[in-house]
């Protein structure tokens, strides 16, 4: 699987938004890119995920990069319960490819 | 729905003694199932997947194992436990649909610590 790289660390203010980048410079055609947000003590569970338009859900927007070397997942308006590590993640569309690989992530840190 | 179930939740363990962690999933047939460890503040590292009973993969050599006996039960053992073995133990399970779209499911964890 093609690599991620995401910073370590950001922080926002509690109803502001939040802007979660992820850089996949190798990615290739059949990649997908998704996302999955770990809270504190409890499995990673699933958020978004997209290959080449933008696509919104209840949780989150992802946009993605018109050459798709990087995307952004967008959270409208951060909440205490958003503070997460967030992994972006790139799955092989190409195959039925077993693995997912999750990098150390972004941790976020929401301010009251 | 499906539920994924692992225990024991926390688990306290001497260096040198066996170590047995079960999952199970309800509501599904046939996933894929899948075993993490993530050590304290690092990512998480996977350490086997499953895709049918009898069928395991391991993605890092050490002295873990896992089995699938039946299609939706999945152990994760080691004979002797070392220090480094210490971490959150993740379970987690696919439909095994086609990478693009498949969605993974955790379970709630146990915390392993060994002394």
């Known amino acids: 699987d093609a690599k991620t790289t995401q910073p370590n660390s950001m922080e926002s203010n509690e109803e502001e938004p939040v802007h979660l980048p992820c850089n996949h410079s190798?990615?290739?055609?059949?990649?997908?890119i998704h996302w999955y947000r770990q809270l504190p003590s409890q499995g990673p569970e699933y958020v978004i995920h997209?290959?080449?338009s933008n696509v919104n859900n209840r949780m989150a927007s992802l946009a993605i990069a018109e050459d798709r070397k990087s995307s952004t997942l967008i959270l409208h308006r951060a909440t205490l319960r958003d503070a997460a590590v967030y992994y972006c993640?790139?799955?092989?569309?190409?195959?039925?490819?077993?693995?997912?690989?999750f990098g150390t992530g972004t941790s976020l840190t929401v301010i009251p | 729905s499906q539920t994924i179930h692992q225990w024991p939740a926390t688990l306290v363990q001497p260096v040198g003694s066996p170590l047995s962690l079960e999952c199970t999933v309800e509501?599904?047939?046939?996933?894929?199932l899948y075993w993490y460890r993530q050590a304290a503040g690092r990512g998480l590292q996977l350490l086997f997947y499953?895709?049918?009973?009898?069928?395991i993969s391991s993605e890092v050599p050490q002295n873990l194992s896992a089995s699938r006996p039946q299609d939706r039960q999945f152990i994760l053992s080691s004979k002797k436990l070392l220090l480094s073995d210490s971490g959150f133990y993740l379970c987690?399970?696919?439909?095994?649909?086609?990478?693009?779209?498949?969605?993974?499911?955790f379970g709630p964890g146990t915390r392993l610590t060994v002394l």
């Open positions: 987690a399970w696919t439909l095994g649909l086609t990478s693009s779209t498949d969605t993974q499911y």
């Open positions: 190798t990615i290739s055609g059949t990649d997908y």
């Open positions: 997209g290959l080449t």
């Open positions: 993640i790139l799955r092989d569309g190409s195959n039925t490819g077993n693995q997912f690989y």
């Open positions: 509501g599904t047939s046939n996933p894929n």
């Open positions: 499953s895709v049918g009973i009898g069928q």
